[in-house]
């Protein structure tokens, strides 16, 4: 039997993060041998909002790869594309943006917290505004079945199902209808106490930074600010190292008892960080050591990334002739068209 197929990805916009890891990575890794998996650079998506320095977006697609490699993701089992070089992806896009309007953009909370992030305004992009739709054509294009996903793109995957539906409701049904699948930890606060963890806001640690940088970031953490003295009870809610805690060390047990004894008082903030800091060495050190090693030989992260771009690019070409067929587009094919829903 075929495999279920997954389509997840990235924008190269920066390294990524343990955020990034809790959220989607870490499913990436569990799931690739049971699925077909596809993972996406998304650097179209990435130049939405950084159009200006497309130079940033270029230099850092083969550092995601590193990264992909880094965390356990197999080449042989997985296949990372380059969206840019997948030209069907922008076709569906043209598409799909007949079956969207604009007020229904306008209200996707996920368009709207970035908008607001941004500090846009009414200037917004127009190709940052419409990016649902492209990362609609990303999954239906590859006839992805399940999205791994952090809980702030869910309003994105619904979008997806709703474009999928309307359109096999108007022409036929060709496209898949995807399912989201949300990580264990489905946010990661920041560095700073911030509700994400986010590369623009610099409150992140990243799977590429030195063991001594990931020290110094945890030892920086935000805390409870109303904790200051050993013996003071802390508030673990809102605290970024519990709930790093909870998201890095297997033992749940552990965890729990350091809680309480904070939530009691008697437990300092450094000898948390400390256990927090020996927790994620035991995760990134694996991540550091396999990077570094396929950092060595660049030519063959880049061969991994053109050969999957190049079976990508192979599906996403038989997706767009089955709704050029559907939408009557085909002129110059003997095909029959599929049934169209009036």
């Not at 159009?51 to 590193?66: G, S, Y």
């Not at 079956?99 to 917004?124: C, D, F, M, W």
């Not at 952090?150 to 036929?172: C, K, S, W």
Request: charged share 25%.
């Amino acid at each position: 039997m075929t495999k279920p197929r997954i389509l997840t990805g990235d924008r190269p916009t920066g390294p990524l993060h343990i955020g990034h890891y809790v959220g989607s990575l870490r499913n990436r890794v569990a799931l690739q041998y049971d699925y077909d998996t596809y993972i996406l650079i998304a650097d179209v998506q990435a130049l939405t909002d950084n159009f200006e320095n497309p130079r940033k977006v270029r230099d850092n697609v083969l550092e995601v790869a590193l990264d992909y490699l880094a965390v356990g993701l197999d080449p042989v089992e997985t296949t990372f594309v380059i969206q840019s070089q997948v030209p069907q992806i922008a076709e569906l896009t043209v598409f799909y943006l007949n079956l969207v309007t604009v007020s229904h953009l306008r209200q996707n909370p996920t368009v709207k917290t970035e908008i607001a992030q941004k500090g846009y305004g009414e200037a917004v992009p127009a190709g940052f505004f419409v990016y649902p739709v492209s990362q609609a054509a990303d999954i239906t294009a590859f006839g992805a079945n399940l999205v791994p996903v952090g809980d702030d793109q869910l309003p994105m995957i619904e979008q997806t199902r709703e474009i999928v539906r309307r359109f096999n409701h108007l022409y036929a049904p060709v496209l898949v209808e995807p399912q989201a699948l949300v990580g264990e930890v489905a946010r990661l606060p920041g560095l700073d106490g911030k509700a994400k963890m986010s590369k623009s806001l610099g409150n992140a640690i990243f799977l590429s930074d030195s063991a001594d940088e990931v020290a110094r970031k945890v030892r920086g953490m935000y805390t409870d600010p109303g904790h200051l003295r050993v013996e003071d009870p802390g508030q673990v809610e809102g605290n970024p190292v519990f709930a790093y805690l909870d998201a890095f060390d297997p033992d749940r047990a552990r965890v729990q008892a350091m809680k309480d004894h904070y939530r009691r008082g008697g437990l300092g903030d450094v000898k948390v960080k400390r256990h927090l800091l020996e927790v994620l060495e035991a995760t990134l050190a694996p991540f550091r050591a396999r990077r570094a090693e396929f950092a060595q030989d660049m030519a063959a992260v880049e061969a991994v990334v053109r050969e999957g771009t190049e079976r990508g690019r192979d599906v996403a070409a038989a997706t767009l002739r089955a709704v050029r067929a559907a939408m009557q587009l085909d002129y110059f094919s003997n095909t029959p068209h599929p049934q169209s829903t009036p």
